[in-house]
């Protein structure tokens, strides 16, 4: 760069400071924006306010609601509970004579239960080798267990042509029984009992 | 409340007392929103703006235009980021609002150059200051807006960023600047030369 336009180059900076020295901004701008700010400040401060209310009370309506399922529920637990509380207080304010009658009731009823399951367990088997005896028929089933027929249910078989056919001992045969394990018929078994 | 907030003040103002760059006031107050931050990043950039837009317009358009755009610095600190000279984000914001303001009077750029022609001159003192004025306000508005910008210490980059265009159209408008206001001056700084 030749000196000359150095030289003015520093004359046009000089200048141009010269000319910004005396134009300095009005004061009024700076008043007008911070005073928009200070205004803008307030309106953020006001719906940042409005928006933690609208926040706690949202919070606390969720608290409520969660509070008020849990009591609703809870009372209706009770209620299940106090329901449950005075069945078993009925039973356990009984007098004692019917406690005792309903116990016999109940141990009677399992024993019977016991029995049929037993006979259900038991007997409830197809083949069995027959024996006749004096005074009817022993069934001996797979599992060494005896079943003793009287002479009258063998009869009263006969009657009903649940019994058909003779029979005699080492004959093997089929029982059928009922669901109470009580014998509906003797019939011959083609097949031998396989134990 | 009113203690913390005391607290948080009194803490601002000691750490706007310390030397801090535009950028960082800038980040600071977009953060903040302190009024502090944002008054003393006024008295550092502007009269710098206020004087830009004064070159390339006229006075009360100029004031409106600096209200606007420091209102735009409020309303928009959130989109400022620490990529660059605050300085260039502020007179880019300005300029922008200068144009729009032009576009707006239905105004282009021959309109503008004869508008600012048309201005009165400023009462400066001395004949060359004053010789130097009216030099520069007869300038082309392109070429005056990037003599401005690199008297603010814009660099090349800068000034072509602000004025949306390229570097060596920027050094085209310098040169040109600078030969038409020398031109202007000439006889009276070789006669101060002299």
């Given at each position: 760069?030749?000196?000359?336009?150095?030289?003015?180059?520093?004359?046009?900076?000089?200048?141009?400071?010269?000319?910004?020295?005396?134009?300095?901004?009005?004061?009024?701008?700076?008043?007008?924006?911070?005073?928009?700010?200070?205004?803008?400040?307030?309106?953020?401060?006001?719906?940042?306010?409005?928006?933690?209310?609208?926040?706690?009370?949202?919070?606390?309506?969720?608290?409520?609601?969660?509070f008020w399922h849990h009591y609703s529920w809870q009372s209706m637990e009770q209620q299940i509970a106090s329901t449950h509380y005075t069945s078993i207080e009925l039973h356990s304010l009984a007098p004692s004579k019917q406690s005792d009658a309903i116990s016999e009731r109940y141990a009677k009823h399992y024993n019977e239960y016991l029995s049929q399951r037993e006979i259900l367990a038991f007997h409830h088997q197809k083949q069995a080798i027959l024996q006749q005896t004096d005074d009817g028929w022993q069934l001996q089933t797979c599992?060494?267990?005896?079943?003793?027929?009287?002479?009258?249910?063998?009869?009263?078989?006969?009657?009903?042509?649940?019994?058909?056919?003779?029979?005699?001992?080492?004959?093997?045969?089929a029982l059928m029984f009922d669901k109470t394990g009580l014998i509906l018929g003797i019939k011959p078994s083609p097949k031998l009992a396989h134990c | 409340m009113s203690i913390g907030l005391s607290l948080k003040t009194w803490l601002n103002r000691l750490s706007v007392d310390t030397h801090w760059s535009n950028e960082?006031?800038?980040?600071?107050?977009?953060?903040?929103?302190d009024t502090i931050l944002l008054s003393k990043l006024y008295d550092v950039c502007g009269n710098d703006l206020y004087h830009f837009m004064l070159t390339l317009s006229e006075p009360t358009l100029a004031k409106d235009i600096c209200q606007m755009t420091w209102l735009k610095v409020i309303e928009k600190k959130h989109l400022y980021r620490d990529s660059g000279l605050f300085k260039a984000w502020l007179f880019t914001l300005?300029?922008?609002?200068?144009?729009?303001?032009?576009?707006?009077?239905?105004?282009?750029?021959?309109?503008?150059?004869?508008?600012?022609?048309?201005?009165?001159?400023?009462?400066?003192?001395?004949?060359?200051?004053?010789?130097?004025?009216?030099?520069?306000?007869?300038?082309?508005?392109a070429q005056r807006e990037a003599f401005c910008l690199q008297q603010e210490d814009f660099s090349l980059e800068d000034i072509a960023s602000i004025t949306h265009t390229n570097i060596e159209t920027v050094k085209s408008r310098l040169r040109y600047a600078k030969d038409n206001l020398r031109e202007q001056l000439k006889p009276i700084i070789e006669d101060n030369h002299a």
């Open positions: 760069m030749p000196n000359s336009d150095k030289y003015s180059d520093e004359t046009l900076d000089r200048l141009y400071q010269q000319r910004k020295a005396q134009h300095v901004a009005p004061a009024g701008i700076k008043r007008q924006v911070l005073a928009k700010h200070q205004t803008l400040l307030s309106n953020q401060q006001i719906w940042r306010r409005i928006t933690h209310v609208a926040v706690a009370a949202s919070t606390l309506l969720l608290c409520g609601l969660v599992d060494q267990q005896v079943v003793k027929v009287s002479q009258d249910l063998i009869t009263a078989l006969r009657n009903i042509h649940q019994i058909e056919g003779t029979f005699k001992t080492g004959d093997h045969v | 960082a006031l800038m980040l600071r107050y977009a953060s903040s929103g300005a300029r922008n609002l200068l144009i729009d303001e032009y576009r707006k009077q239905k105004n282009t750029s021959d309109d503008l150059d004869t508008l600012c022609a048309e201005q009165a001159p400023q009462a400066l003192e001395g004949e060359l200051l004053q010789r130097f004025n009216g030099a520069l306000q007869q300038l082309p508005f």
